[in-house]
């Protein structure tokens, strides 16, 4: 990281990042090759202020793979892949290409009694992969951008006044265009290939607003209102091709279009702040949440429902509380979510619509609670330590589309719902002499068990597991250089990051899965200027 000041007024600052390892799975897939750069420059004068940013990411890699499990082919060894990148690629697939860049801004106005903010921001996106996922081969070419600017002004903060308020708007476009191409893994042999072509276009527009009013020194009330609208529109087409020992021929074509379609919403909060004392505030909150809904590939033509807005009620309260003289942080906060039509995200196996996402809606109440600690022993100790009980079900959900075939999942859990996660660390560090400091830290991290695909399907059960993480780092004096030794799952816990559902290529009974990093451990190197 590089900081620059340029006079009174200006400053800048780069980063640059590169990150590279070799496949987590025995295959070779699942490696990274990536580097990142982030340049910014910011101007401050008078009642101005102006910060203008720019950023890229790059990844060129062999991919990502799927395996087998629950059970995993080798329980010693759930990395254990029997395709290789060799093989892969020799097959047609075993290639990433990951591109991104995006520019934004803030300027901010300060115009005595409120700030004017306008942010801007354009981001593009283009993705090719010819990779092996789910038994099966793709190849897949993606370009998205989008375009968002919020505009808002904020009262300013003046002695003696009650009142704090926000007003403003957001609007926001995205162009999403990809082609998909699914085929099986020999071209010498009959099989299918189903190519998608959707072209997504969505526009969302906003107004919000939201007052704080202090009825007394100690209480405060909050109320808000955000009134949205969102549109889309796809156009594509789904093509099946044939092959019979012989080269491709063009089987049919469907057109796969959709008319623009907008929903209108109304999003309110209502809460109050209450403090206790002036280390400890309480607060209880009512709020609503939405979420647009969409199209389902293949729905135009009748394979699949398209999916409604997902709408929420909430209720938490909570408290923040400081002690022993700000020296031990103790937040808890309780919640209930009543979701009407949840969106549930599947990846389809099997029927007209094989090889696509779906998304599906339901009715779901989620509710539990959080405790977070953070505790300075020493000036050189601190420990930390967060507790989650989590209680999540569907509602009434009865659906003819998934994989597994038509079953009820009324009161079954959610999806990456576990009942218990635990975190705790702690780090020490030593002052050297010459000014430079040692920190030693661990982090550990612990979850009950979880279905990780949304239907129950048998074998996607992650078992309840821990991952620590160690660290030991030699900061130079001044804070101008580090090096850091690193060990990452230090158990070698196989978590599953998603599943997909089984098919005849994973033996038609266990499902596919991605994992995430086995135990990994290495030195990371950083200068500051």
Do not use: C
Request: charged letters at 15%; zero cysteines; glycine letters at 10%.
């Amino acid at each position: 990281m590089l900081n620059v000041p340029l006079g009174n007024d200006l400053a800048v600052r780069a980063a640059f990042q590169q990150a590279k390892h070799d496949g987590y799975l025995s295959s070779g897939f699942n490696d990274q090759n990536s580097y990142a750069g982030r340049l910014q420059a910011l101007y401050k004068h008078d009642r101005i202020s102006l910060l203008l940013g720019g950023d890229f990411f790059s990844d060129s890699s062999n991919g990502a793979h799927t395996v087998t499990g629950l059970p995993y082919q080798h329980p010693d060894d759930p990395w254990f892949d029997p395709l290789t990148v060799t093989a892969a690629k020799a097959a047609g697939g075993a290639n990433s290409d990951f591109r991104s860049w995006s520019t934004h801004a803030q300027l901010d106005i300060d115009l005595g009694g409120v700030t004017l903010t306008d942010i801007p921001a354009y981001k593009h996106i283009h993705g090719y992969g010819t990779d092996p996922v789910v038994g099966t081969y793709s190849n897949s070419d993606n370009t998205d951008k989008s375009y968002s600017n919020e505009l808002r002004l904020a009262s300013n903060d003046t002695a003696g006044s009650r009142l704090k308020w926000v007003a403003g708007a957001y609007f926001f476009r995205e162009d999403d265009r990809s082609v998909a191409t699914y085929f099986s893994n020999s071209r010498f042999f009959s099989f299918k290939s189903v190519t998608t072509n959707p072209d997504i276009k969505e526009v969302s527009w906003a107004a919000f607003g939201q007052a704080t009013y202090s009825l007394s020194d100690q209480l405060r009330l909050t109320g808000g209102l955000r009134y949205s609208i969102d549109s889309k529109e796809a156009s594509g087409q789904n093509q099946v091709f044939l092959a019979f020992g012989g080269p491709f021929f063009l089987s049919s074509t469907t057109p796969d279009d959709f008319p623009k379609t907008t929903w209108h919403h109304l999003d309110w909060r209502v809460g109050l702040d209450y403090d206790l004392t002036p280390q400890t505030m309480v607060y209880a909150n009512i709020a609503t949440g939405y979420l647009e809904g969409g199209f389902n590939l293949g729905s135009r033509v009748g394979f699949l429902p398209n999916f409604q807005p997902e709408k929420l009620l909430a209720y938490t309260v909570g408290a923040k509380n400081r002690f022993a003289d700000n020296s031990i942080q103790v937040n808890w906060e309780a919640f209930y979510y009543d979701y009407t039509d949840y969106i549930v995200s599947v990846y389809l196996t099997s029927g007209n619509a094989v090889g696509q996402f779906a998304l599906f809606n339901t009715p779901a109440k989620i509710y539990g609670g959080e405790v977070e600690t953070i505790w300075r022993l020493s000036p050189h100790d601190v420990f930390n330590g967060n507790l989650a009980l989590l209680h999540a079900r569907y509602g009434t959900f009865v659906q003819t589309f998934f994989s597994t075939g038509l079953r009820s999942l009324s009161g079954k859990t959610l999806e990456k719902a576990p009942t218990a996660s635990v975190q705790a660390g702690y780090e020490h560090s030593f002052d050297l002499a010459d000014g430079a400091q040692i920190r030693f830290g661990v982090q550990t991290h612990y979850d009950s068990s979880y279905w990780t695909l949304f239907d129950h399907t048998t074998g996607s059960k992650q078992p309840s597991y821990t991952k620590t993480n160690v660290t030991l780092t030699y900061q130079g004096k001044s804070n101008r250089w580090h090096v850091q030794g690193y060990v990452d799952n230090l158990e070698n816990a196989p978590v599953i990051a998603t599943a997909a559902p089984p098919n005849t290529a994973s033996g038609g009974s266990i499902p596919w899965v991605h994992l995430e990093e086995p135990r990994t451990f290495g030195v990371r190197v950083g200068v500051n200027y």
